[in-house]
């Protein structure tokens, strides 16, 4: 998996590029927009993290014109502003994902499995027909939950929820991470909500939801789904 990393500060391209690189990828490293622009028209990349706040040319720019381009390679967009209509305008140009300084490199790391396993250029196999964990059996084709066979009645978005966990088992996803992709952005649920539907799955699909096996809670991170 290639990455092209466009970031101007050094610290956070020596922590990134490090993490990145001890999880298999291989990545190039832009500091400023016009030499990322020019990078990801000529790379073959799975994977563009792009900020905002560059030399040359900023993020927004770079990303709105590589998708006039036709380059649809996914984008996540670093950026230490966190108002809500700087966070629409990045989605609105085209970016696929979008974090705000400051992060825990563990949820960038999550957002990226995420993301690539999302991209049409990703070869999917998980949750394509049936996924199996304990007493559970899933058929995602048919929208189908049973447990000890037994039919388990999931509402629209706990499964949702469920089938988002498994695709991308073992990833840590923040509430809010949860709520964006699950939900989706324009949806206005809390925090709260992810809590809520976390503990239903439980109490329906865990033989001890006090103390769940499969859903687990990493505290002050998330939620991951592990077997």
Sequence with gaps: MRVLLVE?????????TDRLVSEGFDVEVAKDGKEGFDAALAG?????????????KNGYDVCRDLRQKGINTPVLMLTAKGETIDKVLGLKLGADDYLTKPFEVIELMARVEALLRRSPNHERHDAVGSFRFGEVAIDFKRA?????????????MEFKLLQFLIENRGLVHSRDHLLDAVWGYDAMPTTRTVDVHIAWLRQKLEENPRHPHFIQTVHGLGYKFVV
């Design 44 to 56: 073959n990349f799975d994977l563009i993290l792009l900020d905002v706040m560059l030399p040359k």
């Design 8 to 16: 101007d500060e050094e610290g956070l391209i020596i922590t990134l």
């Design 144 to 156: 189908e939950v049973r447990k000890s066979d037994t039919a388990v009645d999931l509402s629209a």
